[in-house]
């Protein structure tokens, strides 16, 4: 299988001493899933952003379809391979809903007409009602949003998915929900996914393959299933205490 | 002794890099407003919410300006047996000094702290971020239709607070101090010279530059949080108003120095 993003030994601190990425060195294949699970403040957000190349990597290369995030007369391209769905979802307050998904659109399609009916379109495909087209961000539930900023993500067509904490603000059912669109959606467009939370039943959810973040390193790569036989001692900790929050929540 | 001359050391090459960091991102902005593309619908709202929504505050400020000065003038040319120049002093005021500063003051207390606190929070909540992901330059679309804004509506704002200052002026000198309304306004127009208006208006657009370049800055890099939106609300309106300040008195050396 072919290659899609590789990182090699990616560095990235903050101030002095402050080093949130050390190291870091990661495959994912075209078309694969996968799921980058951690403690809160492990690097998984930053991670994500250097990926995007929003925030600049302080040593080591990351690629994408063998292009460089650093090369600058490249770039453009190798941004156009990306879309996320942001944690806070990012919607733009000053503009509805509709309008938020037809000014993603601008990237891909130069007809206004063409790119009203898409973004309606979109919206549509990700189970947002018709009254809540014209309605602003604030105006909406948190699981509408979600969905909205989903229909903006697929809208601008990636080849790679980006889904930042998905579920985080979100109650159980609704949670839920926006996992199950997800993994259709994903499934639906074939693309690369790569997704970053801290919830172990996400993860189980949404992809069998996991590399676990820790102290800015991923310290194993592996299947959900073989979590607890592992043999690295944070990796077994770590899907312990997601089951022991699991059971008490269930009791 | 020397702890002392450090801290100073630090705080003044912290000072020079912040102001090193304003230059170059007012470079950036004002470059981003000649390169497409060009955010009309952005560009237009700005000038709803900057520019018209601007003019009760600085028409307020304007009104009261003209009339105290005309007060003032005439009980203190009096003195002197010179009250009939309450026109001239009243005219060359507005539109020279009064006009343009307390119309940039007090758009710079409006506007830069809400383009602040508006781009900071779309900092907070990744919104910025989202504009990077979607291929669009945020000077482009952030940055640049605000400082369009302030630079042409600015001096729009101060054309209106000329007139309804020098209007208070008027209403004062005519209603309370005797003055007849044809002479007032034969010695207004008397005294008014173009260079008047037109140096109150090129500060104007300096005075707009400043306000939005300074607001959308302290908004850009503003800390993460409702503390650090806050912070640089706060930021944004106090250099704006230093800045007013420093810049009114350096045209006006440019202008009526020689």
């Known amino acids: ?251 | 002794m020397i702890g002392s001359l450090a801290t100073l050391g630090r705080y003044t090459v912290a000072t020079l890099a912040e102001v090193g960091h304003v230059f170059i991102f007012s470079v950036k902005g004002l470059r981003s407003c000649f390169i497409p593309p060009f955010y009309f619908r952005e560009i237009i709202r700005q000038m709803k919410v900057i520019g018209f929504y601007s003019v009760p505050i600085v028409g307020l400020t304007a009104i009261f300006a003209g009339m105290v000065l005309a007060l003032q003038t005439h009980v203190g040319f009096t003195r002197f047996d010179a009250g009939d120049a309450v026109a001239s002093v009243v005219v060359i005021s507005i539109t020279r000094e009064l006009g343009p500063v307390f119309a940039g003051l007090m758009v710079a207390g409006r506007v830069s702290s809400s383009v602040a606190a508006e781009i900071g929070s779309m900092r907070v909540s990744e919104q910025i971020d989202a504009l990077t992901v979607l291929g669009v330059n945020p000077f482009k679309f952030l940055i640049a239709p605000r400082i369009i804004t302030g630079i042409l509506t600015l001096p729009l704002l101060v054309l209106v607070a000329d007139v309804i200052g020098v209007m208070g002026g008027f209403l004062v000198s005519v209603t309370m101090l005797n003055f007849s309304t044809g002479a007032y306004i034969s010695q207004t127009l008397h005294a008014m010279q173009s260079i008047d208006v037109i140096s109150g208006l090129v500060k104007a657009a300096a005075f707009g530059f400043c306000i939005t370049t300074l607001g959308c800055y302290h908004g850009f890099y503003s800390d993460l949080g409702a503390r650090g939106v806050g912070n640089a609300t706060t930021a944004a309106v106090v250099f704006s108003c230093i800045t007013i300040l420093v810049f009114n008195y350096l045209l006006t050396a440019l202008f009526f120095g020689a």
């Not at chain 1, 560095?11 to 994912?28: A, H, P």
């Not at chain 1, 699970?37 to 040593?59: A, F």
């Not at chain 1, 690295?232 to 205490?241: D, I, L, M, Q, Y």
């Open chain 1, 1 to 251: 299988m072919k290659k899609k993003i590789i990182l090699k030994d990616v560095y990235k601190s903050f101030g002095e001493g402050l080093r949130v990425l050390n190291g870091i060195s990661l495959e994912i294949e075209d078309g694969e899933s996968r799921i980058i699970v951690g403690r809160s403040g492990c690097g998984k957000s930053v991670l994500l952003k250097c990926l995007l190349g929003i925030m600049k990597i302080d040593g080591g290369d990351i690629l994408v379809d063998g292009i460089g995030v650093g090369d600058k007369k490249r770039f453009p391209e190798y941004m156009r391979k990306f879309s996320i769905l942001f944690q806070g979802n990012a919607l733009f307050d000053s503009m509805t809903v509709l309008e938020n998904v037809t000014f993603a659109l601008g990237r891909t399609e130069r007809d206004k007409s063409l790119r009203k009916l898409k973004a309606e379109e979109k919206l549509a495909a990700v189970g947002l009602e018709k009254r809540v087209f014209d309605l602003y961000p604030a105006e909406i539930s948190g699981g509408m949003q979600k969905r909205a900023a989903l229909a903006r993500a697929i809208a601008v067509e990636p080849e790679i998915l980006l889904f930042d904490e998905p579920t985080s603000g979100l109650d159980p059912v609704t949670g839920g929900v926006i996992c199950n669109l997800l993994r259709d959606t994903v499934e639906l467009l074939g693309v690369t996914s790569v997704t970053i939370t801290h919830d172990l039943r996400v993860a189980e959810f949404l992809s069998d393959k996991v590399s676990v973040l820790n102290e800015g390193n991923v310290v194993w790569t592996g299947h959900t299933r073989e979590m607890e036989t592992c043999g690295n001692e944070f990796v077994k900790n770590f899907h312990r205490a997601s089951n022991v929050i699991s059971k008490v929540r269930r009791n």
